[in-house]
């Protein structure tokens, strides 16, 4: 083989090298964290703010069995009346996110089941309010 066809066949190795880049990183999805990240922008001093609000009381707990996690919420909470979200964030696949509304009995706990979530590591983003103040939290949590 001369000089000139190992010259040809370098080539075409080179761009089909090029050509499988080009097609993986066309194939890779890229999530965004949230489609209004803006919006939320605007509004990070309320998170502040119930981040604040939030470690000056006792902690959120989260506990787990078979079939639920539980989100417990401060006890100086028990029997206000609170509303709020919890967001189970998936940090690799945003279809795997779940945003449930808090619906907290009088002893301030929330059971979600485990046929809701995804398995994996969650960012649990946590936003709720008690009276006139607001809270948020974050916890990360492994759903097995």
């Not at 605007?42 to 996690?69: P, R, W």
């Not at 206000?80 to 919890?86: F, L, V």
Request: hydrophobic share 40%; with cysteine.
């Amino acid at each position: 083989m001369s000089w000139g066809n190992k010259l040809v066949v370098v080539f075409v190795i080179f761009i089909a090298m090029i050509g499988t880049l080009v097609y993986k990183s066309i194939m890779v999805k890229n999530d965004l964290v949230a489609s209004d990240y803006y919006t939320q922008e605007l509004k990070y001093q309320d998170k502040i703010n119930g981040t604040n609000n939030a470690n000056a009381i006792s902690q959120v707990s989260v506990a787990q069995d078979n079939d639920f996690v539980t989100i417990y919420l401060p006890s100086e909470l028990k029997g206000n009346s609170i509303t709020g979200e919890a967001w189970f964030y998936c940090v690799t696949d945003a279809q795997k996110d779940r945003h449930i509304k808090l619906n907290v009995g009088s002893n301030a706990a929330q059971m979600i089941s485990k046929k809701d979530l995804a398995k994996g590591n969650m960012q649990l983003k946590l936003s709720w309010k008690a009276g006139d103040k607001d809270y948020y939290t974050e916890k990360s949590v492994l759903i097995n």
